[in-house]
């Protein structure tokens, strides 16, 4: 049984198009995450959920909008989609929220290509 | 600011060779430390983490590292390596904001 997992694992588009990412963790846990992996392999945070309530929310585009519909589910959302946001996605999930060193669990990733 | 630093960007070694991929934090960040893993097109697995406690720790695979507070560092090394350990390492911290901050991952390349 997968932990973490993300669909689709690759998604080509054309610019100007809304896509969507899902994510779904069955550890029960109460945080989830999404990461954005640039083309240099840098990993960095854009938002995280705790039972639904956003906790996190780095400096990203309103283009990007999470949805969690219950706190196993957190989707990214992307309007108006541009080059520039080529990348891989990771969804992620932990059991706490805060500097606990609770350990993150992640998804094998959405691979973005924008055309 | 807080950030983590990964000195090396690749460390290309033989098969049976041992590693040591290097990895600094800045103080201001706090001393919760771990090493993750990412193997071709895959997501990151958790290696090891430091969270208190005695300053060595093993990890899975083979893994260790050690954490030296005098010189902000968490060095993860291994003392023979096999191919199948080819990846990028990513090392991170947990900063004062809740978000768990990566380094720039180091590519680890290993040679029969």
């Known amino acids: 049984d997968t932990a973490v997992s993300q669909t689709p694992k690759y998604l080509v588009t054309q610019m100007g198009n809304d896509k969507s990412i899902k994510c779904e963790q069955n550890?029960?846990?109460?945080?989830m995450y999404w990461y954005k992996q640039d083309s240099k392999k840098f990993l960095k945070i854009m938002f995280s959920y705790n039972n639904k309530e956003l906790i996190i929310n780095e400096t990203v585009p309103n283009r990007f909008s999470p949805k969690s519909p219950d706190k196993a589910h957190l989707n990214l959302h992307i309007n108006s989609l541009e080059l520039g946001d080529s990348a891989v996605y990771f969804c992620?999930?932990?059991?706490?929220?805060?500097?606990?060193?609770?350990?993150?669990?992640f998804g094998p990733g959405t691979r973005l290509t924008v055309l | 600011a807080q950030s983590v630093t990964q000195l090396d960007s690749q460390v290309p070694v033989f098969e049976e060779a041992p590693v040591e991929l290097r990895c600094n934090y800045s103080s201001s960040v706090s001393v919760y430390l771990f090493w993750y893993v990412q193997y071709p097109n895959q997501g990151l697995q958790l290696l090891l983490k430091?969270?208190?406690?005695?300053?060595l720790v093993k990890g899975i695979n083979g893994f260790e590292a050690e954490f030296n507070k005098s010189q902000t560092s968490f060095h993860l090394r291994k003392p023979s390596v096999h191919i199948s350990d080819t990846a990028e390492y990513f090392c991170a911290a947990v900063g004062n904001t809740d978000k768990l901050i990566f380094g720039t991952g180091t590519r680890l390349q290993v040679f029969p």
């Open positions: 430091y969270l208190s406690g005695s300053t």
């Open positions: 550890l029960g846990h109460d945080t």
């Open positions: 992620a999930s932990s059991q706490d929220r805060g500097p606990t060193g609770d350990t993150q669990y």
